[in-house]
């Protein structure tokens, strides 16, 4: 059974930092797709960042290309997102989330959210001075 956690949120000040990570279990760490989402009150879920274990890479919206960075550390079954730069508009419930036909392209354009098997429960990231 496929299961996400999600960790590492809190406050934190704008221009700051934070480093959330998502524990994930039943999927094959040689080949997996991680999408991360976030979500404001009353706005749908959008992705902005993708890992893809298959192809080695990652990919990210233009709001956080260059702010935020996916790795991952199969040795302890985890995916980070580390977020620097935050800003007010960072604020959210951050998600990761994963299912067998996922790909990073679905990911960052935001496609079939709903379609989505497998979520973590969500972790709250608040940006505020």
């Known amino acids: 059974q496929v299961q996400l956690v999600e960790s590492g949120g809190g406050l934190v000040q704008p221009g700051g930092s934070l480093r959330l990570s998502c524990v994930v279990s039943g999927i094959s760490w040689s080949n997996f797709v991680i999408g991360w989402y976030r979500q404001v009150p009353g706005k749908e879920r959008e992705g902005f960042g993708c890992i893809d274990s298959t192809r080695d890479s990652t990919r990210y919206v233009a709001s956080v290309q260059g702010r935020f960075e996916i790795s991952r550390d199969a040795a302890r079954n985890t995916v980070f997102l580390q977020m620097n730069d935050l800003t007010p508009a960072d604020t959210a419930v951050y998600y990761c989330?994963?299912?067998?036909?996922?790909?990073?392209?679905?990911?960052?354009?935001?496609?079939?959210?709903?379609?989505?098997?497998?979520w973590g429960k969500g972790t709250q990231v608040n940006v505020s001075a």
């Open positions: 989330a994963t299912d067998r036909l996922l790909d990073c392209s679905t990911v960052v354009r935001n496609h079939n959210v709903h379609a989505v098997d497998y």
